[in-house]
């Protein structure tokens, strides 16, 4: 099956438009817009104008992907004057790009587009950044579902964008429904701590409410609350049989679960979610006729974890994963003006830089 962002690159289907996203109009303004752009625009306008410049945009890193570009060319095509007389190249959201290679380039008068160049910088750092992290989770999870949990390590407006960015980077399980809108997902999820407390630490009760509340759904059950994954998850399995569809483990970093109270831990570190928790967890579950409840987990969980958990084929079957996504600094990018007039211009050590994968946007 061929993804949307591979027949994308083919030319197959269209990008992003302006229908898809729903901007703060204060961009037209120059609020969000650095102070010295919008001075630099008014000095332009009044002593320079009428002048062909080119800016293009790069990041200094390697094996980066790329996502924001189509948000970004929407933003021109929203916000900047006379857009019809830009003349715009990009890569396409998911390509994979190295250290100053040109993504977009726009060429036009300085001061019809030259006011957004923060703002589209701001939009390829955090979305490349984001997509960046989640292609390196699912590098390493061996085709495991992913489940996004990134809906609360930042503020929720993050949410439309890195939910997508997630998306083209191959994750399509999210939280919440504004992870999902730019790509039709929806939220999902297990039941949280929140409703066994409500039950008084009673898992059974609170899988029986959840069951009552939603029939037509199987279950995930959260198994770690009272620090006793594996007794907590035999009970819910025998309890409820076929409505369980999976346990999950949640374990804080800062706890030992109650199984390895009496057993020699020494040569590994027993704390929060480890290997060796979740190899016992399948083993009973299987010992007791319950092969096929999966096993989710979460908590802390970054590629170098999972990569070690499917070093030794730990049995998991989906890897929630949230604050390592939403680290923003995996990349930053900057926009150089290179061209004066047709003719290259440039600041020292900066340069136009030729690229045959930069394709003409027909918008």
């Given at each position: 099956m061929i993804s949307e962002i591979e027949l994308k690159k083919q030319g197959?289907?269209?990008?992003?438009?302006?229908?898809?996203?729903?901007f703060d109009?204060?961009?037209?303004?120059?609020f969000y817009t650095a102070e010295y752009f919008l001075k630099v625009n008014k000095i332009i306008k009044q002593n320079l104008a009428n002048q062909t410049v080119t800016m293009q945009w790069f990041q200094r890193k390697d094996n980066i992907m790329l996502c924001g570009i189509d948000e970004a060319i929407s933003i021109l095509h929203t916000f900047a004057k006379n857009v019809d007389k830009l003349k715009i190249y990009a890569l396409n959201d998911?390509?994979?790009?190295?250290?100053?290679?040109?993504?977009l380039r726009v060429s036009g008068r300085y001061e019809d587009f030259g006011f957004l160049e923060n703002i589209i910088d701001a939009v390829l750092a955090r979305r490349s950044s984001i997509a960046t992290n989640a292609m390196r989770v699912v590098s390493v999870a061996n085709k495991k579902d992913i489940f996004c949990m990134a809906d609360r390590q930042d503020d929720i407006y993050t949410q439309i964008g890195d939910g997508y960015a997630a998306y083209v980077a191959g994750i399509n399980k999210?939280?919440?429904?504004?992870?999902?809108?730019?790509?039709?997902?929806?939220?999902?999820?297990?039941?949280?701590h929140a409703l066994i407390q409500i039950c008084g630490g009673d898992i059974l009760k609170a899988c029986e409410l959840y069951i009552k509340t939603f029939p037509e759904e199987k279950i995930t059950a959260l198994v770690d609350y009272n620090n006793d994954v594996i007794n907590d998850s035999l009970k819910v399995a025998r309890e409820f049989k076929d409505k369980i569809a999976a346990v999950r483990v949640d374990t804080s970093s800062n706890l030992i679960d109650k199984y390895f109270l009496d057993k020699d831990t020494i040569g590994f570190d027993p704390h929060g979610v480890c290997k060796e928790l979740i190899f016992a967890l399948r083993c009973a579950l299987d010992n007791n006729g319950f092969e096929n409840i999966k096993i989710v987990v979460s908590s802390g969980?970054?590629?170098?974890?999972?990569?070690?958990?499917e070093k030794f084929n730990t049995p998991v079957d989906v890897y929630g994963v949230g604050s390592f996504i939403t680290k923003n600094d995996t990349c930053g990018f900057t926009g150089d003006l290179v061209e004066l007039n047709g003719k290259k211009e440039a600041k020292f050590g900066r340069k136009f830089i030729d690229s045959d994968r930069l394709k003409i946007v027909n918008f």
């Open positions: 197959k289907i269209q990008r992003l438009t302006n229908k898809t996203f729903k109009e204060r961009i037209a303004s120059g998911g390509d994979i790009i190295n250290s100053h290679e040109p993504v999210v939280a919440t429904n504004a992870q999902g809108l730019w790509w039709g997902g929806m939220g999902r999820g297990t039941m949280p969980f970054t590629p170098e974890k999972i990569a070690d958990f």
